[in-house]
């Protein structure tokens, strides 16, 4: 079973950054593409950033040039740098497969962005 555990989340004023990880079980992240997605309150998780095996990256137009995505295969370790974050970025910050896998979904971390 693949385990997820996210962490890096905090309360920041807008224009502070924040470093998000996911610690992945196994090997999973050198062989499948990863995904950044966020769900906040009373609103779909959405896909933020994405990251292929070979490092083809993707990123929702409303994080584009402050948002990075990256990996590193060999601690099984992705993670999200954000940089003038906004109020509209708060939410729960999950990692998983991309597309995701239903049971690897885990707790994720919250993000807090006030004005």
């Known amino acids: 079973q693949v385990q997820l555990v996210e962490s890096g989340g905090g309360l920041v004023q807008a224009g502070e950054s924040l470093r998000l990880s996911c610690a992945a079980s196994g090997t999973i992240c050198s062989i499948i593409a990863m995904g950044w997605y966020r769900q906040a309150p009373g609103k779909q998780r959405e896909l933020v950033a994405s990251i292929t095996s070979v490092g083809f990256i993707n990123y929702v137009d409303s994080v584009k040039g402050r948002f990075t995505i990256s990996r590193d295969n060999a601690k099984n370790m992705l993670y999200l740098q954000m940089n003038s974050l906004k109020p509209e970025d708060t939410a729960v910050y999950y990692c998983?497969?991309?597309?995701?896998?239903?049971?690897?979904w885990g707790q994720g971390t919250q993000v807090t962005v006030s004005s």
């Open positions: 998983n497969q991309l597309p995701p896998v239903a049971t690897w």
